[in-house]
């Protein structure tokens, strides 16, 4: 049940960000029309079809090229940010150094 709702709420994230996802989708993709992409309506399921009937591209390679173009969507469902940029990082660590310092 819980990864139904992951998957509810990774699919929510991915409309949220659609138009952002369309775009590279279409960088890699150019032959899908804005018309074609409207009826899509964010839900990459249809998505991985049509790429699939425009390009002649096995579902798998399709999914697993929108599994990369959507991860980062999916690691801020999952609340996963072991790929966060290093200086957010940084800023942490040296967050943290500060407050222990100042209990001294």
Same mark, same amino acid.
Request: glycine fraction near 6%; charged fraction near 35%.
């Given at each position: ?7 509810? @709420?990774? $699919?929510?994230?991915?409309? !949220?960000?659609? !138009? =952002? ?14 018309? !074609?992409?409207?009826? &899509?309506?964010?839900? @990459?399921?249809? @998505? ?20 990369? =173009? ?6 801020? &469902? ?7 940029? &290093?200086? $957010?990082?940084?800023?942490?660590? $040296? ?7 100042? $209990?001294?």
């Amino acid at each position: 049940m819980a990864v139904a709702l992951n998957d509810d @709420l990774a $699919q929510m994230k991915v409309q !949220e960000k659609w !138009e =952002l996802i369309k775009k590279e989708t279409q960088r890699i993709w150019s032959r899908i029309t804005d018309r !074609e992409f409207d009826e &899509v309506r964010g839900d @990459l399921g249809v @998505l991985n079809g049509l790429i699939q009937q425009k390009y002649g591209i096995s579902a798998s390679d399709v999914e697993r090229k929108l599994d990369e =173009l959507t991860a980062e969507f999916r690691r801020a &469902v999952k609340g996963d940010n072991t790929n966060a940029p &290093v200086d $957010q990082k940084q800023d942490g660590v $040296q967050a943290t150094l500060r407050d222990q310092f100042r $209990q001294f």
